[in-house]
Nanobody
C-alpha cells in the first residue's frame, strides 16, 4: 500500500499565494507520474497540473502562468506553488500518483494509482 499525505491548504485572500505539498510513503519501488487535481463544490474533479518522473509538466489552461508544479530529487514528494489565487480556485485539492512495485525476481512490475485525502483551499474575494 502507498499513502499520499497532502498539506498546505488554507484560507487566503484573492491575489495571495499558497504552497501545497504531497509526500508518498509505503511500499513501492518508484513513483512515476504525479498530479494535482481539484474538486469544487458541485463540480467534477479536474486536473490542475501533472509532472512525470522526468520532470515534464503540464497545466490546465485555467492555472497556466499562476501555478507551478514540482517534485523533489527523490521523486517521492510533489509540490504546487499557487500564486495570484482567485476565488474560482477554491476547491479541495487532491494529490495523485502512480506507484510501481517490482513483484518477482524476473523484474515484473505492477503499477497502481493512488489518491490523497485532499486539502481544502479557500480563496476569499
Amino acid at each position: 500500500q502507498v499513502q499520499l499525505l497532502e498539506s498546505g491548504g488554507g484560507l487566503v485572500q484573492s491575489g495571495g499565494s499558497l504552497r501545497l505539498s504531497c509526500a508518498a510513503s509505503g511500499r513501492f519501488d518508484k513513483i512515476n507520474d504525479m498530479a494535482w487535481y481539484r474538486q469544487a463544490p458541485g463540480q467534477e474533479r479536474e486536473m490542475v497540473a501533472t509532472i512525470t518522473s522526468d520532470y515534464y509538466t503540464n497545466y490546465a489552461d485555467s492555472v497556466q502562468g499562476r501555478f507551478t508544479i514540482s517534485r523533489d530529487n527523490a521523486r517521492t514528494s510533489m509540490y504546487l506553488q499557487m500564486n495570484n489565487l482567485k476565488p474560482e480556485d477554491t476547491a479541495v485539492y487532491y494529490c495523485n500518483a502512480e506507484a510501481l512495485r517490482v513483484v518477482n525476481v524476473e523484474g515484473a512490475t505492477v503499477k497502481r494509482q493512488y489518491w490523497g485525502q485532499g486539502t481544502l483551499v479557500t480563496v476569499s474575494s
